[in-house]
């Protein structure tokens, strides 16, 4: 309602009769996760050296796996086997698989000796690992649908091996229709959902900086802190 004086002023949103569990989540998400975390203009210095490039490096190969997959999907076996297009894309796929593990890798490695679980990051270094291994569960059933002997006699062999464990009554790699829908729905959504979390956590808690770091750098102070001085001298 309206007064001479102007608009009445909106009552806070933390009242308890205003609050909804959508309005809820809309606060903690803004709380945790503001626009300028998501989407930043900028990046701490130390973001330049090498070590920071391999994960977004493998991000990237995850992308081209993700669409040459697809493609690869809509044509069937027959159609990367037999066709020169096909041969490419299934190609372009392994190769961007093979970049992909080898980018993690180093990722994985490099953030190890970094210590990067460090303020409050535990949960974005699990959901990294969790990364890894989800991805070699996928990328072994990759292997399983390239239709020749070396697909027959890893199924076989593998199907043994989960037999022995008790896997082996409900996921049956010998199966290709099974494993077929695990390769590209189930598993890649895995991935994907994974390493959606990572990155969501990454912008939360900041990119890890580098154990040499003086907790005194300009580059680590909190955004409504202002700059000194001698900030512009830093390279």
């Known amino acids: 309602m309206n007064s001479r004086n102007g608009p009445a002023p909106a009552e806070p949103e933390d009242q308890p009769h205003m609050s909804t569990w959508t309005g809820a989540a809309r606060r903690w998400l803004l709380r945790r996760l503001p626009p300028d975390k998501l989407l930043p203009e900028d990046q701490p210095s130390y973001v330049a050296s090498w070590i920071y490039v391999f994960g977004m490096a493998t991000i990237a190969a995850l992308v081209f796996i993700l669409v040459s ?56 270094w699990i959901t990294g690992v969790v990364a890894f291994l989800v991805s070699i569960v996928t990328a072994f059933t990759g292997y399983l649908l390239q239709t020749n002997f070396d697909a027959q006699w890893i199924a076989f062999e593998a199907k043994d091996a989960l037999n022995a ?48 770091v003086a907790d005194s750098d300009s580059q680590l102070a909190s955004p409504d802190a202002a700059p000194s001085e001698t900030d512009g001298d830093r390279p």
């Open 69 to 124: 997959g697809f493609v690869l999907s809509l044509n069937g076996p027959q159609w990367y086997h037999v066709s020169a297009l096909g041969h490419f894309v299934n190609s372009v796929h392994l190769w961007s698989v093979e970049l992909f593990f080898m980018f993690m890798v180093v990722h994985l490695w490099g953030k190890f000796w970094m210590a990067a679980w460090r303020g409050g990051r535990t949960l974005t």
């Open 165 to 212: 464990t008790g896997i082996g009554a409900w996921f049956n790699v010998a199966n290709f229709g099974q494993i077929f829908m695990w390769h590209i729905t189930l598993l890649p959504l895995a991935v994907a959902g994974v390493v959606a979390l990572h990155v969501l956590l990454v912008r939360m808690h900041g990119v890890v900086p580098p154990l040499d």
